[in-house]
């Protein structure tokens, strides 16, 4: 392996925008978190961009599916970073986004290339699971599965920013709990240091011959269950309801509170408030809508997923928990 970053700069690398550029040489590395996570910075990283290519900032730039190819760094063969857009994206609605990771995965599938290790990212200086962050971690465990865990690593960023104790506890607090029962299905917890390093250590650790056997696309290709019956879909379903439910709440609060109000000024920004959560709730129905799954449907995709839902019951429990504080 280099011994520095300044070597990963030099090594030749040809970024690639679709799949149909993947083989079945290729290995791939798909890279997948909430938006801000740090999944540009650490392709980047690895394969010594210079930090246009993929996209930065805290609005999604990776509203598509987007790819780089190197060789590895000591053995030469070509690596694939994916870079997968996150299910609180800027300009894409979460169902637009599932269709979008849904393509990739059955494109992949069928095209029996290597999708050898899927990163997950979080970033520790998160003190807490927000409602964000645990939709992206249900949706990422309807997408994969447990027989891809093996083939999962949880990578925690932005270490730089967090004091070390603060970030250690916070790493043991989401091991125990929210993790736990994917680190039980053999998932992997590492620490992305900003480093071409540590981002290869990542890899490289986790390399393994067997492909990640991702739920989704097996549901889509095998089972022959369209995107609304699989259990990402039915996962995104949820989703989006307990959003409307919790919206509505809000919505209700901001009404009591407008009619104690006797100043013109708090009336009227409450009202713009108000506005703007009845819209979104507008947005999330239709959302729903598109969504919309058959009883029948339902009830026989969740019979089919039961025995492999089972392991899962300890996180489930655990990602319905209300959010939980953590002291910075």
């Given at each position: 392996?280099?011994?520095?970053?300044?070597?990963?700069?030099?090594?030749?690398?040809?970024?690639?925008?679709?799949?149909?550029?993947?083989?079945?040489?290729?290995?791939?590395?798909?890279?997948?978190?909430?938006?801000?996570?740090?999944?540009?910075?650490?392709?980047d990283v690895a394969t010594g961009q210079d930090g246009h290519t993929v996209g930065h900032g805290?609005?999604?730039?990776?509203?598509?599916?987007?790819?780089?190819?190197?060789?590895?760094?000591?053995?030469?063969?070509?690596?694939?970073?994916?870079?997968?857009?996150?299910?609180d994206d800027t300009y894409k609605s979460d169902t637009e986004i599932l269709t979008i990771i849904?393509?990739?995965?059955?494109?992949?599938?069928?095209?029996?290339?290597?999708?050898?290790?899927?990163?997950?990212?979080?970033?520790?200086?998160?003190?807490?699971?927000?409602?964000?962050?645990?939709?992206?971690?249900?949706?990422?465990?309807?997408?994969?599965?447990?027989?891809?865990?093996?083939?999962?690593?949880?990578?925690?960023?932005?270490?730089?920013?967090?004091?070390?104790?603060?970030?250690?506890?916070?790493?043991?607090?989401?091991?125990?709990?929210?993790?736990?029962?994917?680190?039980?299905?053999?998932?992997?917890?590492?620490?992305?240091?900003?480093?071409?390093?540590?981002?290869?250590?990542?890899?490289?650790?986790?390399?393994?011959?067997?492909?990640?056997?991702?739920?989704?696309?097996?549901?889509?290709?095998?089972?022959?269950?369209?995107?609304?019956?699989?259990?990402?879909?039915?996962?995104?379903?949820?989703?989006?309801?307990?959003?409307?439910?919790?919206?509505?709440?809000?919505?209700?609060?901001?009404?009591?509170?407008?009619?104690?109000?006797?100043?013109?000024?708090?009336?009227?920004?409450?009202?713009?408030?108000?506005?703007?959560?009845?819209?979104?709730?507008?947005?999330?129905?239709?959302?729903?809508?598109?969504?919309?799954?058959?009883?029948?449907?339902?009830?026989?995709?969740?019979?089919?997923?039961?025995?492999?839902?089972?392991?899962?019951?300890?996180?489930?429990?655990?990602?319905?928990?209300?959010?939980?504080?953590?002291?910075?």
């Amino acid at each position: 392996m280099a011994n520095s970053s300044d070597h990963a700069k030099q090594l030749p690398h040809t970024p690639t925008d679709n799949t149909n550029n993947i083989s079945q040489q290729d290995r791939i590395i798909a890279v997948m978190g909430p938006t801000g996570a740090g999944k540009s910075t650490l392709i980047d990283v690895a394969t010594g961009q210079d930090g246009h290519t993929v996209g930065h900032g805290m609005k999604s730039h990776t509203s598509d599916i987007r790819s780089v190819r190197v060789p590895h760094p000591t053995l030469g063969h070509p690596m694939i970073f994916v870079d997968t857009p996150g299910f609180d994206d800027t300009y894409k609605s979460d169902t637009e986004i599932l269709t979008i990771i849904a393509n990739w995965l059955v494109k992949t599938h069928k095209g029996n290339v290597n999708l050898a290790t899927i990163i997950y990212l979080h970033r520790i200086t998160d003190n807490r699971m927000a409602g964000s962050l645990l939709k992206n971690l249900r949706m990422f465990i309807s997408l994969c599965g447990q027989e891809a865990m093996p083939n999962v690593v949880i990578a925690t960023t932005m270490w730089g920013e967090v004091k070390k104790e603060n970030g250690e506890r916070r790493e043991k607090e989401l091991k125990e709990t929210f993790w736990k029962d994917l680190l039980d299905e053999g998932c992997r917890v590492e620490r992305f240091e900003d480093t071409y390093e540590s981002a290869w250590l990542i890899i490289d650790r986790h390399a393994t011959e067997d492909w990640a056997k991702m739920r989704l696309s097996h549901e889509m290709v095998d089972r022959r269950l369209t995107l609304q019956q699989t259990d990402a879909g039915i996962t995104l379903n949820n989703e989006l309801k307990r959003l409307i439910k919790a919206r509505k709440d809000a919505s209700r609060r901001l009404r009591a509170q407008t009619k104690k109000q006797d100043n013109a000024i708090i009336v009227q920004e409450l009202n713009v408030q108000q506005a703007e959560i009845d819209e979104q709730i507008t947005k999330t129905a239709g959302e729903l809508q598109k969504l919309k799954i058959p009883i029948a449907a339902h009830i026989l995709s969740f019979l089919g997923l039961k025995k492999i839902r089972s392991s899962f019951g300890v996180l489930t429990r655990h990602l319905t928990l209300p959010e939980s504080p953590s002291n910075s």
